[in-house]
């Protein structure tokens, strides 16, 4: 209820004790309770902590300090502009009484905001906390139906849209008028001309900005300093991969305090660069393009809409970041492009690079594992490939490659290891605020996703034998709890205050974290065997480079089965899926005998090498099995690829598997058909 978004008593900005580390574990909690109260618990390690701060309140302390520097740089008319941080709060400033103007309440948690929009500049939610408001995103790849669910389930009085598409998926919401968004306000398209007038409907974005520089009665200020840091200020609603989504309520401590923490574990300074391409409506996203930054001085730059449909590189070669994050499935476009790239090359050209590549892995692994000896031929093989290879991908002069949000194959990071380019692995989730653990530099380990992060812990619920068991979370990054979902918010977070992530990991002798699976999308055989479906689709895709998603079934039934797709070129406008094998689809081809060229050819005519080649490779895979249970039995190949468009995957291209399911169930009952 809306109760729930507003704290329970005030918190008082104390000063931290002297001597104290500012990133020792909290002294102060906040956490949602059993009976769904926001309160303040102590920890019983008494150690000092960051005294709490609203997300007003570091802003305006790097305004003070950083006011000139670029905060935020976008692209208009093909050229650069940049935005200093004075002139960034002052666009907050009056984005937040155009707000206030439009008849939002001046209570405090009175005005829920709710964005459908690509990114933008306007997405950067500071704005709607000086307007006391909570910010909630929305993917822009939702349906009508999804919009409408999040908005109700949010009580949104104000949505911001990007364009008629986004606009059209709200209209609908709103037919008939107030029926199914009671609360609804004011909507505002911020770009290009309205196709219909309707009211309580903005043409664009200037007019909110006109209303903000009107005067107004209103006592601004004490909305400001009414706020309190463990007052809720974001919703964050998880992409729905195994149900409907539910909002993630983080407080302000969450959001300042993992900035603080998250930056200084990975060493962020003022001036870093970050390109900004995954919509903001996720909590990886909104730390890194957006808390970090802002509590570090940083600047954003922000890639234009079709970035994940290939103008990624062009961006970050313009712009070339000093960190920046890659969620798995951008690293491996990377690849499949750069081997395409070697493929054509000369033989002298490949003999160099792959034995630059050998020197790169073995220099790696010997950082990796604490060795300061670095192989013969390192300083020729950095000069000959490795940076021509950071400068192609626009990263010579980043520090910091990370990936996270899904899982990431060896094969793909043992790639980017061989050119000298290694990638830092972090883990966490909307209900930490982000990161959990994080890789770092000379602390690293191989399909791990690193150490915990200053001030926050872990612990392994119910163990077997091997040291497998639920990944549980504790610290200041803990969110509050569910919107509207008090058991939910039960089964997330125990008496004591632990975050249950569902996630199954283990640690080795040396602290590093590594996931072996999730709970959740574990397939529990007829015969009551537990298997994570990760770790075999992971080995199929190493396995067999022409294809592009696995997703083994098997759940109640009596053997494992596999859904398959082939890689191929993705649409740029739509974002679908082609028929076109892509080129490293069509290199195996030729490799297996196969003159293919086509995923219907493959499909259609039942291809005999490529079926052969995958059987064996399927084959491959299985001789590695845990037990007989854990074998492949049947697979079949699907005529088209999963895409965030499809439906498939989420916004991070993680699998949604219970919609995968839903849609090829003609085709799984196939498999199991006696």
């Known amino acids: 209820s809306a109760g729930d978004v507003t704290p329970v008593e005030a918190v008082p900005i104390t000063s931290m004790p002297e001597g104290e580390s500012d990133l020792a574990p909290a002294t102060h909690l906040w956490t949602t309770m059993k009976d769904g109260a926001v309160r303040l618990r102590m920890d019983p390690s008494g150690a000092g902590s960051l005294p709490p701060k609203t997300v007003h309140q570091m802003f305006v302390e790097t305004v003070k300090s950083n006011g000139n520097l670029a905060a935020l740089v976008v692209k208009e008319e093909g050229r650069w502009r940049t935005i200093s941080y004075k002139e960034y709060y002052e666009k907050c400033r009056r984005a937040a009484k155009g707000f206030l103007k439009g008849g939002i309440p001046e209570y405090l948690g009175g005005g829920i905001r709710l964005v459908l929009g690509f990114v933008n500049l306007i997405w950067n939610a500071e704005w709607i906390f000086l307007s006391s408001g909570l910010a909630v995103g929305i993917y822009t790849t939702n349906s009508p139906d999804a919009c409408q669910y999040v908005a109700s389930n949010c009580e949104a009085n104000i949505i911001v849209v990007e364009n008629d598409k986004q606009l059209q998926k709200i209209l609908q919401s709103r037919i008939p008028p107030g029926m199914l968004l009671p609360y609804l306000k004011a909507v505002v398209q911020y770009k290009d001309e309205l196709k219909e007038k309707r009211p309580n409907l903005y043409s664009n974005w200037t007019i909110n900005l006109v209303l903000g520089k009107t005067p107004f009665i209103t ?30 309520m983080l407080s302000h401590d969450n959001l300042t305090w993992v900035a603080y923490a998250a930056g200084k574990m990975v060493k962020i300074g003022a001036g870093e660069s970050i390109v900004s391409y995954l919509p903001l409506s996720h909590i990886a996203a909104q730390m890194l393009d957006v808390w970090i930054p802002i509590r570090y001085s940083g600047t954003t730059y922000f890639a234009d809409p ?239 480079p022409i294809i592009s998603n696995a997703m083994l079934i098997g759940d109640k039934r009596k053997f494992l089965s596999v859904l398959l797709t082939l890689k191929c070129e993705m649409d740029e406008e739509s974002g679908t899926s082609l028929d076109e094998l892509s080129s490293a689809a069509i290199r195996f081809c030729q490799q297996v005998g196969s003159h293919a060229t086509r995923v219907s050819e493959i499909v259609n005519s039942r291809d005999q090498a490529i079926y052969k080649a995958i059987q064996e490779g399927i084959d491959k895979v299985n001789e590695r099995a845990a037990s007989n249970a854990q074998k492949i039995q049947k697979w079949t190949l699907l005529e088209r690829d999963f895409t965030i468009v499809g439906g498939e995957l989420g916004p991070t291209m993680k699998l949604k598997r219970p919609v995968v399911v839903k849609m090829y169930q003609d085709e799984i009952e196939k498999l199991y058909a006696v």
């Open 306 to 544: 079709d970035a994940l449909k290939g103008s990624l590189v062009v961006t970050l070669q313009e712009v070339r970041p000093t960190a920046f994050l890659g969620v798995p499935r951008v690293w491996e476009k990377m690849q499949e492009k750069m081997k395409a790239v070697s493929a054509k090359a000369s033989v002298v050209k490949r003999k160099v690079a792959s034995w630059a590549k050998g020197v790169g892995l073995q220099a790696n692994y010997n950082i990796m594992n604490g060795r300061s000896s670095m192989p013969w031929g390192y300083t020729l093989a950095n000069n000959l490939v490795f940076k021509k290879v950071r400068q192609g991908l626009g990263l010579d002069c980043c520090s910091r490659c990370y990936t996270g949000a899904a899982p990431i194959t060896k094969d793909t990071l043992e790639f980017f290891l061989s050119l000298n380019i290694p990638l830092y692995e972090l883990y966490g989730m909307s209900e930490s605020t982000g990161p959990h653990t994080i890789s770092t530099e000379g602390s690293f380990r191989i399909m791990s996703c690193g150490k915990e992060m200053i001030g926050c812990q872990s612990r392994i619920d119910k163990p077997d034998q091997d040291g497998n068991g639920e990944i549980c979370f504790w610290g200041r990054h803990v969110f509050m709890g569910y919107l509207n979902m008090k058991e939910k918010t039960e089964e997330a977070l125990d008496e004591e205050g632990w975050l249950h992530s569902g996630d199954l990991g283990k640690h080795d002798k040396d602290g590093f974290l590594y996931i072996t699976g999730r709970i959740k999308e574990l397939i529990i055989t007829a015969g009551g065997e537990n298997i994570p479906p990760v770790l075999i689709e992971d080995a199929l895709k190493e396995q067999l």
């Open 219 to 248: 006592n601004r200020s004490r909305i400001i300093l009414d706020q309190m840091a463990n007052q809720c200020c974001m919703l964050i609603y998880t992409s729905g991969t195994t149900g409907n989504p539910k909002g993630v």
